[in-house]
Every structure is written in structure tokens, then in C-alpha cells.
T-cell receptor, first 116, second 111 residues
Framework: GAVVSQHPSWVICKSGTSVKIECRSL??????MFWYRQFPKQSLMLMAT?????????EQGVEKDKFLINHASLTLSTLTVTSAHPEDSSFYIC????????????FGSGTRLTVV | LAKTTQPISMDSYEGQEVNITCSHN???????ITWYQQFPSQGPRFIIQ???TKVTNEVASLFIPADRKSSTLSLPRVSLSDTAVYYC????????????FGRGTSLIVHP
């Protein structure tokens, strides 16, 4: 149980275009989802926290107009990287939790974004 | 938020027991200790969680001393497939907790 599916697993896009990454909780309703970014050989850096039906809370230094997060339902959150640039190339990971899991946290498999 | 400190890297050999220690000197009363494993280009995977004393599951053991200021993840008889980065996280299980990752420990298992 407690599976989080993230899609796509990898994506290559041209500079200036936008890319959407989906995060779905398959067998539970996720009241809260988190988005992380991870650069090579580095740890996961929290980008934002999103609660279903409300605006995401972004960490300091993360551009909310560039990284659009939508958590419209209890099973789906999306991260859209707008006007992507090569420096946005990274590994993006989502995580989800809910009270029914006693606040255990399940992570998606990640999305490798390469902007060319 | 309790800060954690782990060794940056460790080396071991197949069949050995590996112990990774995490320091969390300012752990709060309601905080739990959770360990995650991450392989390259994958999301973190839950290994084990504990509050005090010892917890054991099918893949690892977690030892927590009485003062709870540190914890040790024990991996019995490691194999090459245990080569990964291991993260120790500390936080309560309330709704306000946000999993925050430190640098983790890169474990390399040699043949």
C-alpha cells in the first residue's frame, strides 16, 4: 500500500518550453504533497508543500511563477516548470502523506528533466 | 527542526554488517527517527522508523539509546545491491512535519 506514481520518469525539452510532471497517490488520498529537487551528488531540496485545494507554500528562493504547483484533488499534484532553461535540469521528486498513514511519507520514483 | 549529522560516506564488503550512525542532539520529545534509502535516479525508499530502544524489520535494525540524541541503522550482511545513499530524518508525525533531508551517507559495498 501507499504507492505514489510519478510521471514521466524522464523528459527532455527545449529551452523556453514548459514541462508538466504528475504525482499521483494510487491507493490513498494524499492531503499533503511535497516537491523536491535534487542535483547530482546532492541531497533532496524541498521546493514546495501543497495541500489539496489550497495554494502551495514555496521554500525561500524557489520562484513560484516558474514552478507552478497544482493540487486540485486528493490523488493528484502537478508541477509545471514554465519557460524551462538548462539550469532547471534536475531530478524532481514528489512525496505524499495523509493522516491514515500515520504521517508516513511515500516518495515517487522521480522525474529526470533535461532542458536543451 | 532537529538537525541531523551523518558520515558522508562509508565503505564495506559483501557479507559484512554495516552500522550507520546519525546524530540528532536537539531531538524533540515527539520526534521519531526515520531512515530512507535512495538509489541513483530513484526516489527515497522507507527503511525503518523508531522512537526509542530497538526496532527491527526484515531489512534492518534501528538502535536508539535512552537519550535519543543519536541512532544507528544496522544493515546485516550487506550485498552489492545495498550500495546507496542512506538518509536519517527526525521529526514528529503530526501534520505539520515536513521531511527535510540532510546530506545522507553514501554507502559503497565492495565485492
Amino acid at each position: 500500500g501507499a504507492v505514489v506514481s510519478q510521471h514521466p520518469s524522464w523528459v527532455i525539452c527545449k529551452s523556453g518550453t514548459s514541462v508538466k510532471i504528475e504525482c499521483r497517490s494510487l491507493d490513498f488520498q494524499a492531503t499533503t504533497m511535497f516537491w523536491y529537487r535534487q542535483f547530482p551528488k546532492q541531497s533532496l531540496m524541498l521546493m514546495a508543500t501543497s495541500n489539496e485545494g489550497s495554494k502551495a507554500t514555496y521554500e525561500q528562493g524557489v520562484e513560484k511563477d516558474k514552478f507552478l504547483i497544482n493540487h486540485a484533488s486528493l490523488t493528484l499534484s502537478t508541477l509545471t516548470v514554465t519557460s524551462a532553461h538548462p539550469e532547471d535540469s534536475s531530478f524532481y521528486i514528489c512525496s505524499a502523506t495523509t493522516p491514515s498513514l500515520n504521517y508516513g511519507y511515500t516518495f515517487g520514483s522521480g522525474t529526470r528533466l533535461t532542458v536543451v | 527542526l532537529a538537525k541531523t549529522t551523518q558520515p558522508i560516506s562509508m565503505d564495506s564488503y559483501e557479507g559484512q554488517e554495516v552500522n550507520i550512525t546519525c546524530s540528532h542532539n536537539n531531538i524533540a520529545t515527539n520526534d521519531y527517527i526515520t531512515w530512507y534509502q535512495q538509489f541513483p535516479s530513484q526516489g527515497p525508499r522507507f527503511i525503518i522508523q523508531g522512537y526509542k530502544t530497538k526496532v527491527t524489520n526484515e531489512v534492518a535494525s534501528l538502535f536508539i539509546p535512552a537519550d535519543r540524541k543519536s541512532s544507528t541503522l544496522s544493515l546485516p550482511r550487506v550485498s552489492l545491491s545495498d550500495t546507496a545513499v542512506y538518509y536519517c530524518l527526525v521529526g514528529d508525525r503530526g501534520g505539520s512535519y515536513i521531511p527535510t533531508f540532510g546530506r545522507g551517507t553514501s554507502l559503497i559495498v565492495h565485492p
